[in-house]
């Protein structure tokens, strides 16, 4: 599945009754359109909401992503303790994203304590889905300082999220237009505040969402809006994919302008739909040189790795997934690290201890990529290194906690050592670590957890190993 809706909705407090205590028949327009929002969500029944929010924590460098297992929202800011929510979070979706985005360039921040609590922008859009659905998980996606590209970048990955995970999706672009429309409005006048409102609803109204990247820095700022952020990821989760447009409402009787529209996908959206950016000859190439390899002797899972390095070294687009993969890599799931070496020594090394797409052959494509281009030890793989370079794939079995380092083997266990929110991982079979002790003590050198430092927790897991020698093996 795949993002099948986006809408645009505004994030009024007082839009919420028990906030608003009459005065939200002010914008009865808005309501309406609001309700109709969250008619047509409940009867898409997404699995995952997406819900990108100028008001959850931001930054100027990164996009904010909120991770963890659930999360509490109410109106006690707006005195409206009575409105309270708790949604469960999805941990794989938002994992899924921050690893697209990683490999496509684009930073992102995890959950910190900035993140405690729904921000009103998140609870108000979610406020109307409760009334009529509770069948989802929620991915909050803050905006950052950054581009319009990489916010279009962040709408690619979350659809490339939903066809990895196979999760039927639905995104909704929480924001309000501009905030000076009236003089005797909170935040005043400026001539540029109708305007920025008529062009904005007017590419809604026209489906033109490309025109959102067009938009001029100084503009907006002095229309002063907090939604366009959100409306370009959006637009960027939609790029390739056919969908109607709906203005469904637009007022601003309070000097902020609140519009609502929706874009239904419209047929098929399959990963071809929405693979924005992947270069088709490229993909096509990878894919001949991964089925070559396999024709030729050569372990899979060690040639898709190869393929996917090569084809974005060479390219700088990541590599479809090709078809006609064997079962254990297109049907399977798990946690995947791909090493790359040069001479003998070590290259590049990226992995996932669980897994964050739908299978092996994405978790190898992804991880390859981020191999060769982001681990922080070593600069980015250049094309005129790929003939020197070899690889392994290590497929990881779910790890298990144990007590002691007694019950470790570092032939056959790799090791995971965790501290609060520190974690560092070693695998199995590593030349020059012949002890559980120098095991752990690498561990936590890597979490930077301290060698006296008491509390941690240990957990081993086993792995396949898959490496030139053909023959897969365990640690």
Request: net charge negative; with cysteine.
């Amino acid at each position: 599945m795949s993002i099948v809706a986006a809408y645009v909705v505004p994030h009024p407090p007082l839009i919420v009754p028990a906030v608003g205590h009459g005065q939200e028949r002010a914008i009865q327009a808005t309501v309406d359109a609001y309700e109709e929002v969250a008619r047509r969500i409940a009867a898409h029944a997404p699995d995952t909401i997406v819900v990108v929010s100028p008001h959850a924590p931001l930054y100027y460098d990164c996009f904010h992503i909120s991770t963890g297992d659930a999360a509490h929202g109410d109106m006690g800011r707006f005195d409206a303790w009575e409105a309270a929510m708790n949604v469960p979070y999805d941990p794989s979706f938002a994992a899924a994203v921050s690893a697209c985005a990683r490999a496509r360039g684009v930073p992102i921040c995890g959950s910190g304590m900035r993140d405690g609590e729904l921000d009103h922008a998140t609870f108000v859009p979610l406020h109307f889905v409760n009334e009529r659905y509770a069948g989802y998980r929620l991915v909050r996606v803050g905006l950052s300082g950054l581009t319009p590209a990489d916010h279009r970048e962040v709408g690619r990955c979350v659809a490339e999220a939903a066809c990895d995970l196979d999760r039927t999706c639905v995104l909704v672009a929480s924001g309000d237009l501009s905030h000076k429309l009236k003089e005797d409005g909170p935040y005043g006048f400026a001539p540029e505040g109708p305007v920025f409102d008529r062009t904005v609803t007017g590419l809604f109204d026209e489906g033109d969402l490309e025109g959102l990247f067009s938009i001029d820095a100084a503009f907006r700022e002095a229309a002063a809006e907090c939604g366009l952020g959100s409306f370009q990821i959006m637009a960027g989760a939609l790029d390739g994919v056919p969908a109607t447009h709906e203005l469904l409402s637009y007022e601003g009787p309070f000097g902020v302008g609140y519009a609502v529209a929706a874009f239904e996908v419209q047929g098929p959206t399959g990963d071809g739909a929405v693979a924005a950016g992947v270069d088709a000859e490229a993909d096509a190439r990878g894919a001949e040189d991964a089925a070559a390899a396999e024709q030729d002797g050569a372990d899979p899972f060690v040639a898709l790795a190869r393929a996917a390095v090569e084809g974005f070294v060479r390219t700088g687009r990541p590599l479809a997934r090709p078809d006609g993969l064997p079962p254990e890599l297109a049907d399977a799931r798990a946690g995947v690290f791909v090493s790359l070496h040069e001479g003998g020594d070590l290259r590049g090394c990226i992995g996932t201890v669980e897994p964050v797409t739908g299978s092996i052959a994405d978790e190898i494509i992804r991880n390859g990529v981020a191999a060769a281009s982001e681990d922080p030890r070593f600069p980015p793989v250049g094309a005129g290194e790929l003939d020197a370079l070899s690889y392994s794939v290590d497929v990881l079995f779910p790890p298990e906690p144990v007590d002691s380092e007694a019950a470790l083997d570092p032939v056959r266990y790799g090791v995971i050592v965790t501290l609060g929110r520190r974690r560092g991982l070693l695998l199995p079979n590593l030349e020059g670590v012949d002890t559980a002790a120098q095991q752990v003590a690498i561990a936590r050198a890597k979490a930077g957890i301290a060698p006296d430092e008491g509390g941690v927790r240990l957990e081993r897991f086993e792995v396949v190993r898959h490496d030139r020698g053909g023959e897969a093996r365990r640690g």
